[in-house]
């Protein structure tokens, strides 16, 4: 679809002062919480600086309160001893405030779609069955 002249792809980005494009989302991934937009890629650039996390997803869990909770799908590395949620939703509070999980799932491995990438699909299925 063109508007104003433009493809609307549901891309979301940013512009610095010279004017340079920087993809920061995808609209349909938007986590919006207590009125705010919460960039899930953020979530995840975040958790991945933990030196034990290998991979991060996060997604809108839906709350009649806040409108979405964020919650994060992570993978380890094989440290002992392994970090717990707790201190991983601090690691990433102390990083982005508000804008960290909480709720975190550890799991052995994320799900990856046809081309190698984190089935978002997946992971939103299994937040939405564990919702329910």
Excluded at 4 to 11: E, K, S
Excluded at 50 to 73: F, K, M, Q, T
């Amino acid at each position: 679809m063109i508007v104003d002249g433009w493809l609307a792809t549901g891309d979301r980005m940013s512009t610095n002062g010279d004017g340079v494009l920087t993809f920061v989302g995808r609209t349909k991934q938007i986590i919006v919480h207590d009125g705010s937009n919460i960039c899930p890629q953020e979530v995840e650039d975040a958790l991945q600086e933990h030196p034990d996390v290998s991979g991060a997803v996060a997604v809108g869990i839906h709350d009649l309160v806040h409108g979405e909770n964020v919650r994060a799908y992570v993978t380890l590395l094989p440290n002992d001893p392994a970090p717990t949620e707790s201190e991983l939703i601090t690691f990433a509070r102390d990083r982005i405030g508000y804008k960290a999980p909480t709720s975190i799932v550890v799991l052995d491995q994320l799900p990856l779609n046809a081309t190698g990438k984190v089935n978002r699909v997946a992971i939103r299925a299994m937040a939405n069955q564990a919702a329910s």
